[in-house]
């Protein structure tokens, strides 16, 4: 179904070039819409019989395949905002990470691994493709 050299399968006939470009661009802005509607209407929705909010690990997913499809700032500040808001359930003793010499690492106060630690580095991540982005300034 999906072909080996990592594109989505309705773009496997696409002819290289403009075409493509512009359907890698539709697709990709049409995920991060869906995922801004979700995450907007997240802090609203409640369950309804047997249907339950859409998941914090739902609206990931589609930041991640919109991010894969076309590197963007913006995309980039908006994944860093959903994991802020994740909560640290690990002690900061048992997670495996290696020390490293990145000031994003050692952060005083930020546990590596937790999501304020995985935001900034979505937000240094935002600030490398446009060192001028104002949003990404903010939250960092």
């Given amino acids: 179904m999906f072909p080996s050299h990592g594109e989505l399968p309705g773009l496997e006939h696409v002819a290289k ?74 002690r900061s003793s048992k997670l495996p990470f290696e020390e490293t010499n990145n000031a994003i690492h050692n952060v005083p106060g930020v546990v590596p691994g937790s999501g304020i630690s995985l935001a900034l580095l979505y937000y240094n991540y935002g600030l490398n493709l446009d060192n001028k982005h104002a949003h990404l300034y903010t939250n960092l």
């Fill in 17 to 90: 070039g403009m075409a493509f470009k512009a359907a890698v661009s539709t697709t990709s802005n049409s995920l991060l819409s869906l995922a801004k509607i979700y995450q907007d209407a997240m802090s609203s929705a409640t369950e309804v019989g047997t249907l339950r909010s859409t998941s914090t690990r739902d609206i990931l997913a589609l930041y991640y395949l919109s991010l894969s499809l076309q590197r963007s700032p913006s995309t980039a500040n908006n994944v860093g905002i959903l994991l802020a808001g994740v909560q640290q359930s690990v």
